[in-house]
């Protein structure tokens, strides 16, 4: 069960969007907020979050250098990550599932689409994030019209 989320997102847009789906989704789930990969490392080492949503595209630190350094690090590397991009470029999407993405999540920019995507993640089984990453690393990309 997913009680608490890490956004890592520095567009203040999509931090918007995502707050606003997760009020309707689940209000009860504590959403942190940050707006680079520094600021990321640096909340991880005083509180775990049951899912990461991780930004390719930020300052100071991307998206694929946190994730790296995440699966690094023994005390990180079992936290489902789910990268975010508005890029359907496959070398991208291919290379976050290598760094070890359990989820590739393209940005949608309709708030409908993007919410619907965030309510089917939270369906799934987060207890078993492999898996999860095991069927989806098929597909290459999660949206809500696939």
Known sequence: MIRSIVFAEDDEDDQFYFREAFHEINSEIRVLFVSNG??????????????????????????????????????????????????????????????????????????????ECLKQIMMMDWDHPELIRKQHCNDMVFRSFN
């Open 38 to 115: 520094n600021q990321l490392m640096q909340l991880l080492k005083n509180f775990l979050p049951d899912l990461i949503f991780l930004d390719l595209e930020m300052p100071y630190k991307n998206g694929l250098e946190c994730l790296v350094e995440l699966r690094n690090n023994p005390a990180l590397n079992k936290l489902p990550v789910i990268v975010l991009s508005s890029t359907m470029r496959p070398a991208n999407i291919q290379t976050s599932y290598e760094m070890g993405a359990n989820l590739f999540l393209h940005k949608s920019s309709r708030y409908s689409e993007f919410s």
